[in-house]
Structure formats: C-alpha cells, structure tokens
C-alpha cells in the first residue's frame, strides 16, 4: 500500500450501483469513532488526519439505507480505507466508484489501482 497522498473527488455506491449495505446511522457511528472527524447531523462530515490529509463527504440516504455518498479530498490510501470501513463497514470491496467530474465508473480495485497505482 503507497504512502503517496493523492487528490480525488468520488461518488461511492454500493454493488451494481445501488445502495451501500449499511444505514445512515451505522455509518455516522463508525465515522465518528475515528479521531479528529468532525460529523454534522446533515451526513456532512470533514476528516483532517496527519500530514495535511483531508477527506470531506456527505452521506445520502432514503428507505432507511445509505444511498450513496459524496467524498472528496487528498490522503493516503491508508487513510482512504480508514474512512471507507467507516463508511460502509466490512462491504466495502462490493463498492462502486463513480470519478468526479469524468462520470468515470470503476470498481474499488480500479478506483485505488488509477489513484495510488498499488
């Protein structure tokens, strides 16, 4: 896994671009057990972590599931799962990918292989 701090601006999604398997509450509680993530009732949250990485999202939901969720900044990839698990849990390697602003798809593997090339 690269320690190289890269820029990216995503829409997650769950399998075959539907819901995450995982609800707004279960995510909010995951995310705000990491240190320094400040967290709005919104589903707005901004994570500042060590060497000037941050992570900035915002949680969809609707019919008690997490829809989708919009996530932008420049970190690690060690830190981008550190927020990913937060977000969807263990499901994570189901997700899809949708790159911002190409409207791009990509599974998980190709979104972190085209970012951080590991």
């Known amino acids: 896994m690269t320690s190289a701090i890269k820029q ?33 009732l919104d589903g707005s ?9 941050q992570i900035e999202g915002m949680l969809y939901d609707a019919n008690e599931q997490l829809q989708y969720v919009d996530l932008q900044g420049r970190c690690t990839q060690a830190t981008w ?24 798809l990509k599974n998980l593997p190709t979104f972190e292989q085209s970012i951080w090339g590991d």
């Not at 990913?84 to 994570?92: D, E, N, T, W």
């Open 81 to 104: 799962h550190a927020v990913l698990h937060a977000i969807v849990g263990s499901s994570a390697v189901d997700c899809i990918v949708m790159v911002i602003p190409a409207r791009s």
């Open 8 to 40: 990216f601006h995503v829409y997650l999604y769950g399998p075959e671009r539907g819901a995450l398997q995982t609800s707004f509450e279960e995510a909010a509680t995951r995310l705000q057990l990491l240190p320094q993530l400040y967290f709005e």
């Open 45 to 53: 949250f901004v994570w500042s972590a060590d060497q000037g990485q």
